[in-house]
């Protein structure tokens, strides 16, 4: 009897072990990272935008994100990428300087100063692949820095002289994410860039015809984005975030109003001055030379009714924008619309960004669609140190410290708990738990049937069985901790 207990143990604990052992670990997403410059949160207001509307109906819409302060592109740009504010990533300014030297480098070749970008924080490129992921980035700022030795593997730097704007450029770029970085090469993250519709912005003005057509470009190619994707059979493998830097602002010129013009300012004067970042939209920081801060701080704070002035250490805490060496000793900002100028007005753009990041022509907008998230969802605002550990959840690896925090995305996905596979996955827990308690049940009938006859046999068989069946129990119970995780 013993022997037909065991016989019968056999055949039946490989169709218990089966069904009762965890689901299949769900199989990780790609994540893309788009940026569109300057892209308003409101820029889809006064165009018709059907690719971004169809977009908004398959998965998430923010009525705006918050940027860092500064909000300009390096910087925001940074801080999208580590999920820090600026003050602790410390790419503080798209210039790269020497207070020392007075030298200076632009946008473009700041982006080759490894120093300026490596300085404490870990662009997500980097955790990913220290983490075992594959990441690419194409024209994203930062993609052409060393960070503790390592570069993001995959990547593609714009040349000196590049066409920002150049739709067939931006498709030809799409398809090499797309086409060779995810199906091919098989890149886990990738972060790609559009430098429009910043340019349009700058030089005919956020509320321009030109602007309009720019964000039609912009939504033809989130159109193109999407169907690229199909075509390589990503769709169901692939979040895509879309989102920007920083917002833009119309600056109002001479005659509508009284101009910042620092060296028409009494007691100010710029040999006063060792180091000076001016004629850069509407925020500049300076160096005094020795001894000469509070004069010079004295002449600036309160000489212009849209000018404010500040010492570092009492910039206001919610700019985040203080507490790093980089930073000089005394920072200005104006107020929307204006620019500060130097001698005299050298800066001829029609729209400006670099404002407070609470002014709402500052805000950028944001878009999400994929398995992971939810669809036809809109989502109140959020600050963008947020998209780092919403990224990072949704590749599986673990975040570096940041400013972020998932709670402020959460509600976008799928499940609160875990991520878009939870639904399929819990289906197909509940059916396996249902195969598993009636091969549970049918075993235990079985077992029943023969603990009756052993019984009427031989009383002393009574223990094994018994401690059979209650060991089969136990693994049920774990069975189903395992699966309502
Ligand atoms: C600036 O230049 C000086 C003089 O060449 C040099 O000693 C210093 O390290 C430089 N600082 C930065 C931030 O590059
Ligand atoms: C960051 O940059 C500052 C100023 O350039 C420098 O003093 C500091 O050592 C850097 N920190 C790291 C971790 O690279
Ligand atoms: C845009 O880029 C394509 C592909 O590089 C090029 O053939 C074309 O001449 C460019 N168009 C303009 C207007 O520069
Ligand atoms: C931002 O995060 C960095 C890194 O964790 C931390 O050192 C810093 O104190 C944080 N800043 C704020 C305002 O919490
Ligand atoms: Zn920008």
């Given at each position: 009897m013993l022997l037909t207990v065991c016989v019968l143990l056999l055949l039946v604990s490989p169709t218990l072990g089966a069904p009762l052992s965890r689901p299949q670990a769900k199989p990780r997403n790609k994540v893309l990272l788009v940026s569109f410059d300057g892209f308003r949160w409101d820029y889809d207001r006064d165009v018709d935008t059907p690719n971004l509307d169809t977009m908004a109906q398959d998965g998430v819409k923010a009525t705006y994100v918050t940027p860092p302060y500064l909000t300009i592109t390096s910087p925001a740009h940074f801080t999208l990428l580590t999920g820090r504010y600026i003050e602790s990533h410390g790419v503080i300014h798209n210039i790269w300087f020497n207070t020392t030297t007075q030298e200076k480098k632009q946008y473009y070749m700041?982006?080759?100063?490894?120093?300026?970008?490596?300085?404490?924080?870990?662009?997500?490129?980097?955790?990913?692949?220290?983490?075992?992921?594959?990441?690419?980035s194409l024209h994203f700022p930062g993609t052409a820095a060393?960070?503790?030795?390592?570069?993001?593997?995959?990547?593609?730097?714009?040349?000196?002289?590049?066409?920002?704007?150049?739709?067939?450029?931006?498709?030809?770029?799409?398809?090499?994410?797309?086409?060779?970085?995810?199906?091919?090469?098989?890149?886990?993250?990738?972060?790609?860039?559009?430098?429009?519709?910043?340019?349009?912005?700058?030089?005919?003005?956020?509320?321009?015809?030109?602007?309009?057509?720019?964000?039609?470009?912009?939504?033809?190619?989130?159109?193109?984005?999407?169907?690229?994707?199909k075509k390589h059979g990503l769709t169901d493998r692939l979040n895509i975030i879309i989102t920007a830097d920083h917002g833009m602002t119309t600056v109002l010129r001479k005659g509508l109003v009284k101009e910042i013009i620092l060296s028409q300012i009494p007691g100010f004067s710029f040999r006063d001055i060792k180091f000076h970042l001016v004629d850069y939209g509407p925020s500049g920081m300076m160096l005094p030379k020795e001894g000469m801060l509070d004069k010079v701080y004295k002449?600036?704070?309160?000489?212009?009714?849209?000018?404010?002035?500040?010492?570092?250490?009492?910039?206001?805490?919610?700019?985040?924008y203080s507490n790093h060496p980089r930073i000089l000793p005394l920072i200005l900002y104006a107020d929307p619309g204006y620019v500060i100028n130097g001698l005299f007005p050298v800066q001829n753009s029609k729209g400006e960004h670099g404002?407070?990041?609470?002014?709402?022509?500052?805000?950028?907008?944001?878009?999400?669609?994929?398995?992971?998230?939810?669809?036809?969802?809109?989502?109140?605002?959020?600050?963008?140190?947020?998209?780092y550990p919403l990224m990072c959840h949704l590749?599986?690896?673990?975040?570096?410290?940041?400013?972020?925090?998932?709670?402020?995305?959460?509600?976008?996905l799928v499940s609160h708990k875990d991520t878009g596979t939870h639904e399929v996955s819990k289906r197909s827990a509940q059916s396996n738990v249902f195969i598993g308690l009636a091969a549970v049940?049918?075993?235990?009938?079985?077992?029943?049937?023969?603990?009756?006859?052993?019984?009427?046999?031989?009383?002393?068989?009574?223990?094994?069985?018994?401690?059979l069946s209650s060991e089969n129990k136990d693994k049920e119970e774990v069975a189903r901790k395992q699966t309502s995780l």
């Open positions: 700041t982006q080759f100063v490894d120093e300026y970008w490596d300085n404490g924080s870990l662009p997500i490129w980097i955790t990913a692949q220290r983490q075992g992921l594959k990441a690419g060393t960070y503790k030795g390592q570069r993001v593997e995959v990547n593609q730097v714009e040349p000196r002289f590049y066409d920002y704007s150049n739709e067939t450029e931006w498709q030809i770029n799409i398809d090499t994410v797309m086409g060779s970085w995810f199906s091919q090469k098989d890149l886990d993250f990738v972060s790609l860039y559009f430098g429009e519709p910043d340019q349009a912005g700058h030089t005919y003005g956020p509320d321009s015809e030109e602007r309009r057509e720019m964000v039609k470009q912009v939504d033809r190619t989130v159109g193109y984005i999407r169907s690229t994707a002449a600036l704070k309160g000489a212009h009714p849209n000018l404010h002035v500040y010492k570092k250490e009492d910039m206001p805490g919610r700019l985040h404002f407070d990041n609470q002014a709402m022509d500052m805000k950028p907008f944001f878009r999400a669609v994929g398995p992971d998230f939810r669809k036809n969802l809109v989502v109140g605002p959020f600050e963008t140190v947020n998209v590749l599986g690896i673990t975040p570096d410290p940041n400013n972020g925090s998932l709670d402020a995305t959460r509600n976008m049940a049918g075993f235990l009938v079985v077992i029943f049937i023969m603990v009756i006859s052993i019984y009427k046999r031989r009383k002393d068989n009574q223990s094994n069985i018994g401690q």
